[in-house]
């Protein structure tokens, strides 16, 4: 494969295409990268969310189990003031 014989100023031309194109490219490259950057760090915040409420839904489902359950127990904790 050869190269087409072009005057210096076409290739100084050609060159500064490349490079602002390569520049557009990158800037779109980062953009998408930290939008899903983003997107990824919210679906993980609204799953540790999702998972702490459901930590504290069943830490107060098993407390009302068992405050039924021995309700002397929980009144004569050491715990308790």
Do not use: I, Y
């Not at 014989?5 to 194109?21: F, I």
């Amino acid at each position: 494969m050869s190269t087409p014989h072009l005057d210096n100023a076409t290739w100084v031309l050609l060159h500064d295409q490349a490079r602002l194109r390569a520049e557009l490219l990158r800037r779109e490259a980062m953009n998408d990268f930290w939008r899903g950057t983003h997107a990824v760090f919210q679906r993980s915040l609204a799953c540790e969310q999702s998972l702490a409420m459901r930590s504290a839904a069943r830490l107060k489902a098993r407390l009302t189990r068992r405050a039924k359950s021995a309700p002397d127990a929980v009144s004569a904790s050491p715990c308790r003031a």
